[in-house]
């Protein structure tokens, strides 16, 4: 990390998991735990724990976010979200395009790029995710995938808006797997993705976005990770489940 560039950024994943009163019970436990953290932290609830969560949180340093939004505003899509309904309920920040979402719900790389229109446009701050299969890493075409993943979900995106947007590496094989990159595997990718937004925009840009990493972060392996330069903090699935091991990681991510 470089704090002196820009924003180390903590944020939990929470999937689908907790009902909203275990999620209350789980923010009693978090806020108290991260009160004097020196990053930001964030954490994505599913839908139906959001108001009880933008309930919890009013007056802490943790954020809320959402786990995906449409790119309509209202319409005929049943099941969806609306980014709009989200920050009226007082949400701030929507991760968009995690590879669940594209590995079970057809989630592309173009519809990734519209959901970003459309959460910037209703004033949310956007973690787009990319990262790469097993297969695509072994057979050496990690910067093409993650190349065009950043590129496609960019476009059309001035330079302005980028401080209202944070990118997520995560390798699709390190996802509640188990395995982790090893810190020099995230630090790589991280700086090759920061390459790719120097070349769309100009350095400046490129050294001011907030680069997670993201994919089986844990206590055990959080300092070597976050010691990359190019490695900003994270996007924390199992982990942001269980209140000390978050707040290890945001110990972690604060120094």
């Given at each position: ?10 944020a939990?994943n ?25 990053c ?16 919890k ?6 954020k ?5 939004c ?9 099941g ?13 920040y929507v ?5 669940e ?9 173009e ?21 790469e ?15 065009r993943?950043t ?10 808006e ?17 395995k ?7 630090g790589e ?8 937004v120097?070349?769309l ?18 206590p ?9 330069k190019d ?8 982990a ?12 972690a991510?604060?120094?």
């Amino acid at each position: 990390m470089d704090k002196s560039k820009r924003a180390a950024v903590l944020a939990g994943n929470w999937k689908m998991n907790k009902t909203p009163a275990q999620a209350a019970e789980l923010l009693d436990a978090i806020i108290p735990a991260v009160k004097d953290a020196d990053c930001t932290v964030i954490c994505c609830t599913p839908f139906v724990d959001l108001s009880v969560a933008v309930e919890k949180c009013k007056g802490t340093n943790v954020k809320i976010g959402a786990q995906n939004c449409h790119f309509k505003e209202s319409g005929a899509y049943t099941g969806e979200v609306a980014a709009n309904m989200l920050t009226e309920m007082g949400v701030e920040y929507v991760i968009i395009g995690h590879s669940e979402r594209r590995q079970y719900f057809g989630e592309t790389d173009e519809t990734v790029n519209l959901r970003t229109k459309a959460a910037l446009a209703a004033g949310l701050k956007v973690i787009i995710c990319v990262g790469e299969m097993l297969d695509e890493r072994e057979n050496g075409v990690f910067e093409d995938i993650v190349g065009r993943q950043t590129k496609i979900a960019l476009l059309g995106i001035d330079k302005a808006e980028l401080k209202n947007i944070i990118i997520a590496y995560e390798p699709v094989w390190a996802i509640g797997t188990g395995k982790t990159a090893t810190a020099e595997q995230a630090g790589e990718a991280c700086g090759y993705i920061r390459s790719v937004v120097a070349k769309l925009y100009d350095n400046e840009a490129a050294e001011g976005l907030t680069i997670q990493y993201g994919g089986s972060m844990n206590p055990g392996n959080a300092a070597e990770l976050l010691a990359q330069k190019d490695v900003d903090g994270g996007l924390i699935g199992g982990a942001s489940l269980k209140a000390p091991d978050f707040k290890a990681l945001v110990e972690a991510a604060s120094k």
